[in-house]
Nanobody, 115 residues
Framework: QVQLVESGGGLVQAGGSLRLSCAAS????????MGWYRQAPGRQRELVAT???????NYADSVKGRFTISSNNAKNTLYLQMNSLKPEDTAFYYC?????????WGQGSQFTVSA
């Protein structure tokens, strides 16, 4: 069974930076992609960034140039470096891992950007 454990949430001021981590454990077969979604209160879930197994990452327009997705394969860990944070980045952030057969989700990590 694959498990994803996130860390790195909290409170940060606008203009600041934060890094989220997502550690994967378990046997992973048929890997396709990992990435991050976010959901703010009253808003639809939004795909933030996707790491397509070594291909050029995809980013939501709202975070391009500010967020960077990366991975440490030796540690089976995915990261989301977030710079120039804005209050509208406040949300619950979920990492996910997609395989040929299913998608796994982390427990979510909340952070708030104060104005």
């Amino acid at each position: 069974q694959v498990q994803l454990v996130e860390s790195g949430g909290g409170l940060v001021q606008a203009g600041g930076s934060l890094r989220l981590s997502c550690a994967a454990s378990g046997s992973i077969f048929g890997f396709k992609a990992m990435g991050w979604y976010r959901q703010a209160p009253g808003r639809q879930r939004e795909l933030v960034a996707t790491d397509l197994n070594g291909n050029t990452p995809n980013y939501a327009d709202s975070v391009k140039g500010r967020f960077t997705i990366s991975s440490n394969n030796a540690k089976n860990t995915l990261y989301l470096q977030m710079n120039s944070l804005k209050p509208e980045d406040t949300a619950f952030y979920y990492c996910y891992l997609s395989t040929t057969w299913r998608t796994y989700w982390g427990q979510g990590s909340q952070f708030t950007v104060s104005a």
